[in-house]
């Protein structure tokens, strides 16, 4: 089957999509989805058939129902069984209505056969196969028929209930297992959010079923759910950009595959209108994922999890930028980095703070004295007694951080100098004999210890901060205590409080911070 997409706004032909069985559709809240759907209906007479649990599950009134729709086929079983009229006004509450006219139908005309000397097969009526495919998603319950309603039961449990007592969730299992059934045949089936009301432990096993039942449909979903959207097989993808309404016109594109992203984030990323920050940590319990939508609010704030999953993610979006046209930038620690391996990484959009990881930002000294000045403290004397401790702290462990730093350096050359061609095991061995020499480890040391002994001489705050990854640094500053906190953990969520009031102390906060990136408002 051929799919026509609508109207382009700039435009170029409209493409039209050949030979897939799933299309999903996703864009930005207000960016003419919807309208991109009802277009794609409209694209499709006689063949276009749209379920909506939302719609389904509560009184919705059209002035003239689509062709084919559930709707439909309910006022025309009404109009031809005046005898047993319903008056049912929900769309889930006229499919059962259907469903079991339709048993009724089917087992009177085998009735009515047999008892005329005719061979017949016992029918087999879509309400049972609505049964089976319930079953098959809900293992321990059972749907039930009897003296012409709809019943259900729970494993172990004796008593039955009516449809009433379904939650939502379960009615709309039921609607959408017996809704496509009714589709005509090689329908185009639009689904509106296919998420609402089920639950994600389910999703993926109840619409590959629901497809499995209908493999001559075409299957649209129209869904912010981009776990879904990643999870079909044979999908293709169209991201809604905006909608002209003079023009009746969208900015549209039909998707490549991201194979270093992953389709599930890419999807996500595309639903963001605002240019993407990729930055290390999850996304409930990391401070990059609490702290940096407070600082770049111009952002949509991703958390991936590692450095090096930041810098690939930034590389292979900015390499599709041509199709997305959304900017995209990353946000990795500092660590034990050098110069030229933190110029190296801001070249490719790659933030680096000026401090060593991201607990280190909450000490910076324009950070401490909006929170001083936020609690009625004299923001100089707490400057300077947060300054006193954490120099104190760094002389005492001077030494082992001069020796990771030097174990990080070590591995990085180590790493560049063995990435090379040789032509023997022997050239393997004799490379491996100089290279401590080549390395000097110990010289590099010793001169770690000197300039890291000269910070604290000259009490360079702000090169310590770059150099000391020490996480204990925020409760043995004592910082908390000497801005009004009880424990550390006070003083992290009062910095981000700050941020959310928006108030004169968040916007030093934020220039704290972004001077730290070398990042000038």
């Known amino acids: 089957m051929e799919i026509q997409l609508p109207k382009r706004l700039d435009g170029k032909a409209p493409a039209a999509l050949r030979d897939t069985k799933q299309i999903t559709i996703i864009g930005a809240n207000g960016s003419g989805k919807s309208r991109f759907c009802a277009a794609l209906m409209e694209a499709c007479p006689g063949n276009a058939f749209r379920v909506s649990a939302l719609r389904a599950l509560f009184p919705y009134q059209e002035t003239t129902p689509l062709p084919g729709s559930i709707r439909d086929i309910f006022d025309r079983t009404n109009a031809s069984n ?16 259907v469903m079991l006219i339709d048993e009724f139908r089917d087992l009177m005309n085998y009735k009515t056969r047999r008892l005329m000397g005719e061979q ?18 809900f293992p321990k319950n059972k749907v039930l028929r009897e003296n012409g309603k709809l019943l259900f039961a729970t494993e172990g449990h004796a008593d039955s209930y009516p449809s009433l007592r379904l939650s939502d969730g379960e009615k709309a ?4 297992i017996g809704a496509v059934l009714y589709a005509m045949p090689n329908a185009v089936i639009l689904v509106d959010d296919p998420e609402t009301f089920i639950h994600h432990s389910i999703m993926h096993t109840l619409w590959n079923v629901i ?37 009746k016109a969208w900015d549209y594109e039909v998707m490549p595959t991201s ?14 209108r605002k240019p993407i920050l990729f930055v290390e940590g999850d996304d409930r319990h990391s401070l990059d994922s609490r702290l940096y939508p407070l600082i770049f609010p111009e952002y949509t704030v991703k958390p991936l999890g590692s450095c090096d999953k930041v810098i690939e993610s930034v590389r292979s979006f900015s390499d599709l930028r041509s199709f997305h046209r959304l900017d995209s930038r990353g946000i990795v620690d500092r660590d034990r980095r050098n110069d030229q391996e933190v110029a190296y990484l801001r070249q490719r959009n790659i933030y680096v703070p000026d401090v060593a990881e991201i607990e280190n930002l909450f000490m910076l000294e324009g950070v401490i004295r909006a929170v001083a000045r936020h609690k009625h403290r004299d923001e100089n004397a707490v400057f300077e007694a947060v300054k006193r401790n954490v120099l104190a702290l760094f002389n005492h462990e001077l030494k082992p951080q001069a020796l990771e730093h030097v174990r990080h350096r070590v591995k990085r050359n180590v790493e560049m100098r063995i990435d090379m061609k040789f032509r023997t095991i022997n050239d393997v061995e004799v490379h491996m004999v100089d290279l401590v020499k080549e390395i000097n480890p110990r010289g590099m040391y010793d001169a770690m210890c000197r300039e890291f002994h000269q910070y604290v001489k000259n009490r360079d705050y702000k090169a310590v901060l770059r150099v000391f990854n020490y996480k204990q640094m925020l409760g043995d500053s004592k910082v908390a205590q000497l801005c009004g906190f009880h424990r550390k953990d ?18 030093a906060i934020q220039k704290a911070v972004k001077e730290c990136f070398l990042i000038d408002d």
């Open 490 to 507: 006070d003083y992290l969520r009062g910095v981000l409080n700050i941020l959310k009031d928006g108030e004169r102390e968040a916007m």
């Open 173 to 176: 299992v039921l609607y959408y």
């Open 211 to 247: 497809e499995s039942i209908r493999p001559d449909c075409t299957f649209i979903y129209n869904t912010h759910d981009v776990d879904f959207a990643s999870s079909r097989v044979d999908n293709q993808c169209v991201w809604v950009k905006a909608f002209d309404p003079e023009a």
């Open 259 to 272: 194979q270093n992203l992953g389709d599930a984030l890419y999807f996500e990323i595309l639903g963001s």
């Open 82 to 97: 005046p005898q047993v009229t319903n008056k049912a006004v929900t769309e889930f509450d006229q499919l059962s209505y």
């Open 120 to 137: 017949a097969a016992f029918p087999k009526t879509k309400l049972d196969t609505v049964v089976r495919v319930w079953q098959e998603v």
